[in-house]
């Protein structure tokens, strides 16, 4: 029922930075967190940062003070800039899109993958 596209993922140096975006579509609870994730081969998924409908964010400590991440409900989209990025950094990315009202409408993207070279 909602459909997610990623665009923005590519190969980037280390230290550069990268834009993501993720556009939601089909039956769109306004209420809803949107966040991003990341899955390096090997490791578990994990959760970069997330957004509220009404702003509130939450980062991984890993990539505070490096990433932001935004959206506009208006559009449905949300955005991971991602500066000074680190080879560790290096995963493919995820976005998510979870209902407030409706806990079970959860869904993901295909995945778009960031690769950091050193």
């Known amino acids: 029922q909602v459909q997610l596209v990623e665009s923005g993922g590519g190969l980037v140096q280390a230290g550069g930075s990268l834009r993501l975006s993720c556009a939601a579509s089909?039956?769109?609870?306004?209420?809803?967190?949107m966040a991003w994730y990341r899955q390096a081969p090997g490791n578990q998924r994990e959760l970069v940062a997330s957004?509220?409908?009404?702003?509130?964010?939450n980062y991984a400590d890993s990539v505070k003070g490096r990433f932001s991440i935004s959206r506009d409900n208006a559009k449905n989209t949300v955005y991971l800039q991602m500066n000074s990025l680190k080879p560790a950094d290096t995963a493919v990315y995820y976005c998510?899109?979870?209902?407030?009202?409706?806990?079970?409408?959860?869904?993901w993207g295909q995945g778009t993958q960031v690769t950091v070279s050193s």
């Open positions: 998510n899109y979870r209902s407030y009202v409706a806990p079970t409408r959860n869904y």
């Open positions: 089909g039956t769109i609870f306004t209420l809803n967190t």
């Open positions: 957004i509220t409908a009404g702003g509130t964010i």
